[in-house]
């Protein structure tokens, strides 16, 4: 079966500090990957998606980026954190064809 | 931009009563898609419909899609408190992968 793991579940990162968010799924093969961010009581904004190795559609210029180095790796960055980017993000796949998404369960990101 | 817009943001209800969430969106779809999240946690995939398709069940969930007026609602009857949740509709469109645009979620909050 599927799984998808996003590590780690909280992170407390100083102003200026990078950031690396790592998303692995498992018992699928190209999947399509998300990166999404949710501020508190509000809606998912799509930052990445890709759909393959190296391919990474950028929704909204910011501060982050997002690397896919193997076909079930998905990793989102910053080089230099900002207040702004506290959030909580989702990880998500989807296969080929479409259907539903599958979630991790998210890393809550709190800038200090 | 968000694609899909919930309404309405906040919906309080008594369990044993039917709770009602619409959906409306902007562009041409492929499907649409309703999820749902406890409080800081992943989502998770309730239903998918087709954009040729008007009606679909999935137990206690009913999911209605009028295309030529760009909405959706998810029905929901005989609520119990363990619905309380945050819901989401999600629409697709195909850009050589999926790009998923999610709304900004109507909160449920269900009374015992």
């Known amino acids: 079966s599927q799984t998808i793991h996003q590590w780690p579940a909280t992170l407390v990162q100083p102003v200026g500090s990078p950031l690396s968010l790592e998303c692995t799924v498992e018992g699928t093969s190209n999947p399509n990957l998300y990166w999404y961010r949710q501020a508190a009581g509000r809606g998912l904004q799509l930052l990445f998606y890709?759909?393959?190795?190296?391919?990474i559609s950028s929704e909204v210029p910011q501060n982050l980026s997002a690397s896919r180095p193997q076909d079930r790796q998905f990793i989102l960055s910053s080089k230099k954190l900002l207040l702004s980017d506290s959030g909580f993000y989702l990880c998500?796949?989807?296969?080929?064809?479409?259907?539903?998404?599958?979630f991790g369960q998210g890393t809550r990101l709190t800038v200090v | 931009s968000q694609q899909g817009e919930e309404d309405p943001q906040a919906l309080s209800i008594q369990e044993g009563e039917n709770a009602t969430m619409n959906c409306s969106y902007k562009t041409s779809i492929n499907n649409l898609q309703w999820y749902r999240q406890n409080s800081g946690r992943g989502l998770v995939h309730l239903i998918l419909i087709r954009s040729n398709e008007r009606e679909k069940h999935s137990g206690r969930l009913r999911v209605t899609l009028d295309t030529s007026k760009k909405s959706s609602s998810l029905l929901i009857t005989a609520s119990r408190a363990a619905d309380t949740a945050s819901y989401f509709c999600a629409t697709d469109k195909n850009t050589g992968g999926f790009k998923t645009i999610f709304g900004a979620g109507t909160r449920l909050f269900v009374k015992a």
């Open positions: 998500a796949w989807r296969g080929t064809a479409g259907g539903e998404a599958f």
């Open positions: 890709s759909v393959g190795i190296g391919q």
